[in-house]
């Protein structure tokens, strides 16, 4: 049989052609070797092997020091149930995952928008006048260290000298003279909340900004159009067409409120009043380095490991159901 027939044959309807076999050659070994396996044995060697060993010491009674450990199970981990202190402080990151994102990025949303389309109803969509100025000043306090912050707005907090009560006495309200804003329990924690707040709104404000500037001007015309405000507008198209980078931006917030020990530790070393700043991070710091208990505080952080994975999963979760929601309605 001829060539061409050959190729007659095996185009014939009914029939499927062959598939090449791809040919690993030299070029396609190495670019593979290079830019997907030393990246992936990097982050075996450097990531998984180190949390696969820290489950291993949490199931033994390992001193930290001692080259000698006992593995005890899961006994550390039943301890953590009945541990008063962790159980505080597992509360206190609770609230910080509810309050903290949700202030932040309501925040950062209301600033994005102001810098972006919430100028002059005429003419084309623009944000306030100097919106640029505004950008760069509320990116600044995200370039300050976390310790830093911390010591800033415990100075900020400070009962005798600092600058909030300072200010609060001025304008006439002479009952907050004096008044220890991280030394008082009903205070502490949001206090606390603010700081760290107030450090990350501006970077997440760019990030919402560089979202809203992707999405077609002529959509808000056409909401401007159709008589639509700024709450509707911001709440039926912004809000929806930048719902994955808020998305992003919750995931973000929430492991620094689970985690938030550099904050905590640099506004109240001593976890405030009652316990009512201590978090997480901070009992395990005690745990290892002031008690030795080095098998219990690796437990308490493969406890947070887990509930950091579990509140990704969480908010991918829903973000999929209420677009698949959305995309239904449609």
Do not use: C
């Not at 929806?240 to 109240?268: E, H, K, S, W």
């Amino acid at each position: 049989m001829s060539t061409s027939a050959q190729a007659t044959r095996a185009t014939a309807p009914g029939t499927t052609p062959r598939r090449r076999r791809r040919r690993w050659t030299f070029d396609k070994i190495s670019f593979m070797a290079v830019f997907l396996g030393v990246p992936l044995i990097i982050y075996v060697v450097f990531v998984i092997s180190p949390f696969i060993q820290s489950v291993y010491y949490s199931l033994t009674d390992w001193g930290g020091f001692s080259t000698t450990m006992n593995f005890v199970g899961l006994a550390n981990f039943k301890a953590l149930l009945t541990d008063d202190l962790f159980l505080t402080a597992l509360r206190n990151n609770i609230i910080l995952l509810i309050v903290l994102p949700v202030f932040t990025i309501v925040v950062a949303l209301i600033f994005a928008s102001l810098v972006t389309v919430a100028g002059s109803n005429r003419g084309s969509v623009r944000g306030l006048h100097n919106s640029s100025f505004y950008r760069v000043v509320s990116f600044f306090p995200y370039v300050i260290p976390g310790v830093v912050i911390g010591l800033i707005w415990a100075q900020v907090y400070d009962p005798s000298s600092g600058l909030l009560n300072g200010v609060l006495t001025k304008i006439g309200l002479d009952q907050f003279q004096s008044y220890p804003w991280i030394g008082d329990e009903r205070t502490a924690l949001a206090a606390s909340i603010f700081a760290m707040a107030w450090g990350g709104i501006g970077f997440y404000m760019v990030l919402f900004i560089a979202a809203i500037r992707g999405i077609e001007p002529e959509l808000f015309e056409a909401m401007r159009i159709d008589g639509a405000g700024r709450w509707k507008t911001a709440m039926h198209l912004t809000m929806p067409m930048i719902r994955d980078n808020i998305q992003t931006a919750y995931i973000y917030l929430g492991i620094a409120a689970l985690d938030g020990f550099v904050f905590m530790q640099a506004l109240n070393p001593t976890g405030g009043p009652n316990n009512s700043t201590l978090v997480m991070g901070q009992v395990l710091f005690r745990t290892a380095f002031e008690h030795g208990k080095y098998g219990l505080a690796t437990a308490m952080g493969v406890a947070l490991s887990i509930v950091t994975l579990a509140f990704s999963a969480l908010v991918f979760l829903v973000n999929r159901l209420l677009g698949a929601e959305r995309d239904v309605a449609r």
